[in-house]
């Protein structure tokens, strides 16, 4: 019985400290005090409080009792990695649009193929119309030059 009411004065003790304990001067992000740490305020304006939902997808409520702080070790941090996700954002939409644009060129070199190929074939179509036209026209002077033989003769 000792023990359990041992345990008992012991979470009051603690509880008691943690009542005392001022944490509005702590970084928010790890924890550390404002002894030879700069602290920044982070709730000033909505920018990085939007950069760290952004990043590491935590939304941070200003809430009473809670620290209102990040340190400079911290925010230089979420500033690079921040930077890091922007740019790997970019990236991926670089290679994404390079692949994109790569499918286009190869769809357009395919139109462009079978354009020409139709065309090609066109163009032979009306050469052998054209040939077919002349050797027409050759038969008939034949024809027309034969009877005319025949009739003079």
């Known amino acids: 019985m000792s023990e359990s009411s041992g ?3 012991t979470r009051k003790i603690s509880v008691n400290k943690l009542k005392e ?3 509005t001067n702590y970084c928010r992000i790890c924890k550390c005090n404002g002894n030879g740490v700069k602290l920044r305020p982070l709730f000033n304006g909505r920018r990085l409080t939007r ?3 952004n990043t590491v ?3 941070i409520k200003d ?3 809670l620290p209102r702080f990040v340190c400079e070790k911290c925010l230089d941090l979420l500033k690079t990695f921040s930077t890091f996700q922007v740019d790997f954002r970019r990236s991926e939409e670089d290679f994404k649009m390079t692949l994109d644009a790569r499918e286009h060129f190869h769809m357009d ?3 462009e193929f079978a354009n020409s190929v139709e065309m ?3 163009m032979e179509n009306d050469q052998k ?3 077919l036209v002349t050797n027409f026209i050759k038969k008939t002077k034949k024809t027309k030059k034969s009877k005319s033989k025949l009739d003079r003769n």
């Open 129 to 131: 119309s054209a040939a």
């Open 21 to 23: 304990i001022d944490l």
């Open 57 to 59: 997808h935590i939304e």
């Open 7 to 9: 345990d008992i004065t």
């Open 120 to 122: 090609e074939k066109e």
């Open 109 to 111: 070199s395919l139109i």
């Open 51 to 53: 950069i760290i939902a």
């Open 63 to 65: 809430l009473p009792g």
